[in-house]
């Protein structure tokens, strides 16, 4: 019902910056909200960063003041810039999308993730 592509990504030196970035689309009614989250190797998924249709943003307290997440309302896309970044951002990113597919149902969506290395 909504699809979830994914984008960026890659290798980055410690300190070093990418770009994520993620559109939503299909039987979309109304985006709740939308965000990242992360799995290292061996670890349990963990939310990074997540915005509300309304602006409202909450991150990880381990990427807070190092990453930043944008929305594009009306092109139902969120974007992650990820600066200063450590060895410990390794991981998969993964995209949700809460949203409504009719006036009373709604879901959580994930695009199929993205590769995250950082590495000297």
């Known amino acids: 019902q909504v699809q979830v592509v994914e984008s960026g990504g890659g290798l980055a030196q410690p300190g070093g910056s990418l770009t994520l970035s993620c559109a939503a689309s299909?039987?979309?009614?109304?985006?709740?909200?939308m965000g990242w989250y992360r799995q290292a190797l061996g670890k349990q998924r963990e939310l990074v960063a997540e915005i509300t249709s309304g602006g409202s943003t909450n991150y990880a307290d381990s990427v807070k003041g190092r990453f930043t997440i944008s929305r594009h309302n009306a092109e139902n896309t969120v974007y992650m810039q990820m600066n200063s970044l450590k060895l410990e951002d390794t991981a998969v990113y993964y995209c949700?999308?809460?949203?409504?597919?009719?006036?009373?149902?709604?879901?959580?969506?994930w695009g199929q993730g993205t590769q995250v290395t950082v590495s000297s």
């Open positions: 949700y999308v809460r949203s409504y597919v009719s006036l009373k149902s709604w879901g959580d969506y």
């Open positions: 299909g039987s979309i009614v109304a985006i709740v909200a």
